[in-house]
Nanobody, 116 residues
Framework: QVQLVESGGGVVQAGGSLRLSCAASGRTFSGYVMGWFRQTPGKERELVASIRWSVGVTNYANYVKGRFIISGDYAKNTVYLQMNSLKPEDTAVYYC?????????WGQGTQVTVSS
């Protein structure tokens, strides 16, 4: 059973940085796409960034390109999201996701609040 545990959320001022971590366990993740999504009240969950595990190919939403960096530590089975130049509109609950084919698992989410 896949388990994803996010950490690193919090409150930061606009222009600041945070690093989110997602510790994954329960299986080997070769062939998986690990992603970070975010959601605000009343809106659908949206993709922020993803990384193809063990290959390292990354993908970013346009609104975070140049500000956020997704990376993976394969030895620790941990995915990171380095968030720089944060804006108030980045305020959301951030979720970690592990997907392969029809399989998709989610973490419990971590709140990120950016104050202006």
């Amino acid at each position: 059973q896949v388990q994803l545990v996010e950490s690193g959320g919090g409150v930061v001022q606009a222009g600041g940085s945070l690093r989110l971590s997602c510790a994954a366990s329960g299986r080997t993740f070769s062939g998986y796409v690990m992603g970070w999504f975010r959601q605000t009240p009343g809106k659908e969950r949206e993709l922020v960034a993803s990384i193809r595990w063990s290959v390292g190919v990354t993908n970013y939403a346009n609104y975070v390109k140049g500000r956020f960096i997704i990376s993976g530590d394969y030895a620790k089975n941990t995915v990171y999201l380095q968030m720089n130049s944060l804006k108030p509109e980045d305020t959301a609950v951030y979720y970690c996701n592990a997907a392969r084919g029809a399989s998709s698992d989610w973490g419990q989410g971590t709140q990120v609040t950016v104050s202006s």
